[in-house]
């Protein structure tokens, strides 16, 4: 009659095979966790938070808006403005560079010129340049 020690031995079921095998999943998984933090940070390392803090209609030909950003330090940034008809249309629209400077965040008012009467003005979006 065979054992069940013969029968792993005949099977390649020992302890030794099933300790590399974890190891190797072992490693595997860490190389894994650390690809995706490292594409996690990578990501988000240049990224610009923006507030919207507010608008102002000057007349039917600008609109002023007002607003904030956070971005990381010794970097240039670029924000493009819009102003928006009732109906959402695009009146106006300006990019604005703003140089690099010792404060992570800054805050702004801008004028923004436009083709028609303005109800809203807001940022559409900054990023480092």
Same mark, same amino acid.
């Given at each position: 009659?065979?054992?069940?020690?013969?029968?792993?031995?005949?099977?390649?079921?020992?302890?030794?095979?099933?300790?590399?095998?974890?190891?190797?999943?072992?490693?595997?998984?860490?190389?894994?966790?650390?690809?995706?933090?490292?594409?996690?940070?990578?990501?988000?390392?240049?990224?610009?938070?923006?507030?919207?803090?507010?608008? @102002?209609?000057?007349?039917?030909?600008?609109? @002023?808006?007002?607003?904030?950003?956070?971005?990381?330090? &010794?970097?240039?940034?670029?924000?493009?403005? @819009?102003?928006?008809?009732?109906?959402? &249309?695009?009146?106006?629209?300006?990019?604005?560079?703003?140089?690099?400077?010792?404060?992570?965040?800054?805050?702004?008012? @801008?004028?923004?010129?436009?083709?028609?009467?303005?109800?809203?003005?807001?940022?559409?979006?900054?990023?480092?340049?």
């Amino acid at each position: 009659m065979t054992t069940k020690a013969e029968l792993d031995e005949r099977y390649g079921r020992t302890r030794r095979g099933r300790r590399a095998g974890w190891i190797t999943i072992g490693a595997f998984a860490a190389l894994a966790v650390g690809w995706l933090t490292w594409t996690t940070v990578a990501s988000t390392i240049d990224d610009v938070g923006v507030d919207d803090l507010g608008f @102002e209609v000057v007349d039917e030909r600008a609109v @002023e808006v007002s607003f904030q950003f956070t971005a990381p330090l &010794g970097r240039d940034v670029v924000c493009v403005l @819009e102003a928006l008809d009732e109906d959402f &249309g695009v009146v106006g629209w300006k990019v604005f560079e703003y140089p690099a400077t010792e404060s992570h965040a800054q805050q702004h008012r @801008e004028t923004v010129p436009t083709v028609a009467e303005a109800t809203t003005g807001l940022v559409n979006s900054c990023r480092v340049s």
